[in-house]
């Protein structure tokens, strides 16, 4: 089993910047795929961007490329979505998941572990 925490969402007004860290326990050797997606009130969840390991390769939705960032400090077990530019749009709760191995970038079915998520809202 894999536990997962997310931290760093708060409240940022348009064009400001935030961190999100998500930080994975218990059985976390072995390839991964660690996935960010969020949910906006009234709207299906959506996957923003995701990361492999070994190699951190990266994937990126549309709507987020360019301004968002994730990246790996696999000593510390630990994600970041580095997110910039942010727009009222962006106001959603942000969870991250892990899959086992290389697995489809998009699909959350192929996750296995997720966080409880972490509330992130941007005013305008």
């Known amino acids: 089993q894999v536990q997962l925490v997310e931290s760093g969402g708060g409240l940022v007004q348009a064009g400001d910047s935030l961190r999100l860290s998500c930080t994975a326990s218990?059985?976390?050797?072995?390839?991964?795929?660690l996935g960010w997606f969020r949910q906006a009130p009234g709207k299906g969840r959506e996957f923003v961007a995701a990361?492999?390991?070994?190699?951190?390769?990266?994937f990126y939705s549309s709507s987020v490329e360019g301004r968002f960032t994730i990246s790996n400090d696999n000593a510390k077990k630990t994600t970041f979505l580095q997110m910039t530019a942010l727009k009222p749009d962006d106001t959603a709760v942000y969870s991250c998941?892990?899959?086992?191995?290389?697995?489809?970038?998009?699909?959350?079915?192929?996750?296995?572990?997720w966080g409880q998520g972490t509330q992130v809202t941007v005013s305008s």
């Open positions: 998941a892990r899959g086992i191995g290389f697995i489809a970038w998009t699909i959350e079915g192929t996750y296995t572990y």
């Open positions: 218990g059985r976390t050797s072995g390839s991964y795929t």
């Open positions: 990361i492999r390991w070994p190699g951190n390769s990266s």
